[in-house]
């Protein structure tokens, strides 16, 4: 059974930094992709940024330059680094993780989310 669990959110101002932690718990699961999505209140989801297998990035326009997102495969956990947040970067973060368990089956894996606040 895979789990993903984030961690790392909170109440910060404008400007400074955060760092979320994503971790995955399941042996036999191979991570392909992982990625962050966040919801602001009364917004649609969407998504933050992902990192493939080999390092491949991606990331929402509206966070370019100023999140990095990166993983460590041996101790499967990803990261979402966060630098000059504004207030509309607030809402609930949530890891994702996409893989196959026993190299086999594939598998979508979500955790519950954490919350970033940004004040200004």
């Known amino acids: 059974q895979v789990q993903v669990m984030e961690s790392g959110g909170g109440l910060v101002q404008a400007g400074e930094s955060l760092r979320l932690s994503c971790t995955v718990s399941?042996?036999?699961?191979?991570?392909?992709?992982m990625g962050w999505y966040r919801q602001a209140p009364g917004k649609q989801r969407e998504l933050v940024g992902s990192?493939?297998?080999?390092?491949?990035?991606q990331y929402s326009d509206g966070v370019k330059g100023r999140f990095i997102v990166s993983r460590s495969n041996f101790e499967r956990t990803g990261y979402l680094q966060m630098n000059s947040l504004k207030s509309e970067d607030t809402g609930v973060y949530s890891c994702?993780?996409?893989?196959?368990?026993?190299?086999?089956?594939?598998?979508?894996?979500w955790g519950q989310g954490t919350q970033v606040t940004v004040s200004s």
């Open positions: 399941g042996s036999t699961f191979t991570i392909t992709t």
């Open positions: 990192i493939s297998r080999d390092g491949t990035t």
């Open positions: 994702y993780v996409r893989g196959y368990v026993g190299g086999i089956r594939y598998s979508e894996d």
